[in-house]
């Protein structure tokens, strides 16, 4: 299949071969050579069946790097007998789909022959660009087969989403990268070339532990490892396990400061705390700081945690979130990546209570239904005398001229009297504010606590 925008060479020019990666010069040419992707590929599932008979709607493949992707698609072109035209998010604009589509127009008028148009990372197209794809997805002019990283319900159009199927794709299981790998030593005949290469059961494995899922990247190791044992040993080139450690150096997290997984790790790291375990909670952390994620933005979630779950409980989690803010930019990363340890281990250790978190909820429901509720007279300030003959401030009862500095009184509006909003819970330092509210206001805390 041939690119698009591919020119033709002119002359009989002597070319070397071009270079193909391993995992391009690997890529599966039938269905039952794909392997890890069993739950959308395995016998008698819908989309083995349609593909079998030549027949597919547009889809987006949803699926982290390495997966298989961009194969499912050639191998849905080369099925169907479709012509196959790939372009990237990255680098392609509407005027490249317009070439496309006047392209596949021509191919079905003249032949009736079906054009398959696979665009990868297509989360990276705007709108527009998206929009452009839609009346041509509608007519038939192509079968679209997007391909993205992304989670599709936020990177891709709703009009976009509608007239696809969207399907997930998985990372590869290490046994499927395992048996990927073996077939690639025993089929290349580039990194099987005598003198063969010898692989330790363990590098093997090591490979498909690192590859974290990723078939390319498993290959493309593989494939250094191969070249650096035939430089140091040409006539018995071997891998070992610190072979693949050299090669590897080290994994690089996978994590888009922007995308899904910003979202997903962040949920993680709140809710590992919110359930008091220490140890997910500093994995967690140290997750999104191993991947890049601005230290400032942890901090703001866990300034805003202090409050929302550990709350009354602990009222000195927030003094201590907020010391922590500070000590970070004073000292800044990497020895200040300790404060956010030493925070999160305290804030999941400390006393649960979202009882202002609730209160905060009840409180604004309550405004947004009753209005705007006039302030009493008796707690209105009257600094003219106009004021104070209009009863401003008369009746008021200064607490401090009473025993334990306490009167009870009247402090809500007239329509919201009794009203309840703040419900102390009876867990860490709130027991204790529980306890002083039960005996200050007997009609409203009537023995009850959450």
């Known amino acids: 299949m041939k690119d698009l925008f591919e020119q033709e060479s002119s002359g009989n020019i002597n070319r070397q071969t071009p270079y193909q990666p391993l995992a391009d010069r690997m890529r599966p040419s039938r269905l039952d050579d794909i392997l890890g992707q069993e739950h959308i590929l395995g016998v008698g599932r819908p989309l083995r069946m349609l593909m079998e008979a030549g027949l597919s709607g547009s889809i987006i493949f949803w699926g982290p790097p390495g997966c298989g992707k961009t194969t499912l ?34 191919i079905r008028r003249l032949n009736g022959r079906k054009t398959l148009l696979f665009v990868d990372e297509i989360h990276r197209f705007n709108k527009a660009q998206q929009d452009a794809l839609l009346p041509h997805i509608e007519s038939g002019t192509v079968v679209f087969i997007g391909a993205t990283t992304e989670n599709p319900g936020f990177e891709v159009i709703s009009a976009l989403l509608s007239r696809c199927q969207v399907l997930t794709l998985k990372p590869v299981a290490e046994d499927a990268l395992i048996s990927i790998m073996l077939r690639a030593l025993d089929q290349d005949k580039i990194i099987a070339r005598p003198p063969k290469v010898d692989f330790a059961e363990t590098a093997i494995e090591n490979i498909a532990m690192m590859a974290d899922g990723d078939a390319r990247i498993a290959l493309n190791v593989l494939e250094t490892c191969c070249e650096i044992a035939r430089q140091q040993n040409p006539f018995q080139p071997s891998v070992s396990s610190e072979t693949v450690a050299e090669s590897f150096q ?27 375990d220490p140890d997910a909670s500093l994995y967690w952390l140290y997750r999104m700081i191993e991947g890049g994620e601005n230290c400032r933005f942890i901090l703001r979630r866990m300034i805003r945690f202090a409050s929302e779950d550990v709350g009354m409980a602990d009222p000195f989690a927030l003094t201590l979130a907020m010391s922590a803010a500070q000590a970070f930019d004073y000292i800044g990363p990497p020895e200040g990546h300790l404060f956010l340890a030493h925070l999160a281990v305290y804030l999941a250790a400390a006393p649960k209570s979202n009882s202002v978190y609730l209160a905060e909820k009840a409180v604004t429901c309550c405004i947004r239904e009753s209005g705007e509720q006039p302030v009493p007279f008796h707690i209105r300030n009257a600094p003219t005398g106009l004021m104070k003959e209009m009863g401003y401030g008369r009746e008021y009862r200064y607490p401090h001229d009473f025993k334990d500095g306490f009167v009870s009184d009247d402090y809500l509006p007239e329509k919201l009297k009794g009203q309840k909003f703040y419900c102390a819970r009876l867990i860490g330092k709130e027991k204790a504010v529980a306890e002083r509210f039960r005996n200050l206001w007997p009609e409203r805390y009537d023995g009850k606590a959450r």
């Open 73 to 106: 698609a050639r191998l849905m072109a080369g099925i169907a007998d479709a012509e196959f035209i790939q372009l990237s998010a990255v680098t392609s604009g509407v005027k490249d789909l317009k070439r496309v589509f006047d392209h596949a127009a021509e």
């Open 250 to 276: 080290t994994r690089a997290l996978k994590y888009d400061k922007g995308g899904e997984e910003h979202y997903n790790l962040i949920s993680a790291f709140h809710k590992s705390m919110r359930g008091s």
